[in-house]
T-cell receptor, first 113, second 112 residues
Framework: AQSVTQPDIHITVSEGASLELRCNYSYGATPYLFWYVQSPGQGLQLLLKYFSGDTLVQGIKGFEAEFKRSQSSFNLRKPSVHWSDAAEYFCAVAARGTDKLIFGTGTRLQVFP | ETGVTQSPTHLIKTRGQQVTLRCSSQSGHNTVSWYQQALGQGPQFIFQYYREEENGRGNFPPRFSGLQFPNYSSELNVNALELDDSALYLC???????????FGPGTRLLVL
């Protein structure tokens, strides 16, 4: 069955520190890959996506993600975290040619000053 | 270009009642998807509408139904509400030539 795993439920970092959020997927073929961010009580905002090509993808707000086929992973990174990055982060996949998303359970990011 | 909008923002119902949630898709988008996000969980796909027809459905019972109108706006209807239906309901729209979903702010439903 298709699934997305975000192993870290809750991560705490200091402002200015680097960040890596993990995402692993189980899928028959390489799917489309996404990272969304959700602030408290809000909808989801797209950070970045991978369809094909360069496996290092740049997104908004200084985020990037790297697709590693051999590890079935799509980890999200940011070199220097800002307090405003505190939110819930969701990794999602969709079968190629479709847009129906399967989400992970999310990682809550807390940022200390 | 207007984004995805949803109404109402919050709603309280009692068990057994029926509810209708509304979504206006982003300008130029003809596909609308609905998701249910329970507290502490990731969103779960309910169904999708494309050009007024259902185009895929997740693992939700028939009491979850929907409509899409000629202007591509959409409704989600839930009959015989249960306590477990309490969740944030998210609508997302997709354009014709891309496969990325853009989400609205959601409707938070509480069933008592």
């Amino acid at each position: 069955a298709q699934s997305v795993t975000q192993p870290d439920i809750h991560i705490t970092v200091s402002e200015g520190a680097s960040l890596e959020l993990r995402c692993n997927y189980s899928y028959g073929a390489t799917p489309y890959l996404f990272w969304y961010v959700q602030s408290p009580g809000q909808g989801l905002q797209l950070l970045l996506k991978y369809f094909s090509g360069d496996t290092l993808v740049q997104g908004i707000k200084g985020f990037e993600a790297e697709f590693k086929r051999s590890q079935s992973s799509f980890n999200l990174r940011k070199p220097s975290v800002h307090w405003s990055d505190a939110a819930e982060y969701f990794c999602a996949v969709a079968a190629r040619g479709t847009d129906k998303l399967i989400f992970g359970t999310g990682t809550r990011l807390q940022v200390f000053p | 270009e207007t984004g995805v909008t949803q109404s109402p923002t919050h709603l309280i119902k009692t068990r057994g009642q029926q509810v209708t949630l509304r979504c206006s898709s982003q300008s130029g988008h003809n596909t609308v998807s609905w998701y249910q996000q329970a507290l502490g969980q990731g969103p779960q796909f309910i169904f999708q509408y494309y050009r007024e027809e259902e185009n895929g459905r997740g693992n939700f019972p028939p009491r979850f139904s929907g409509l899409q109108f000629p202007n591509y706006s959409s409704e989600l209807n839930v009959n015989a509400l249960e306590l477990d239906d309490s969740a944030l309901y998210l609508c997302a729209s997709t354009g014709q030539i891309e496969e990325t979903q853009y989400f609205g702010p959601g409707t938070r439903l509480l069933v008592l």
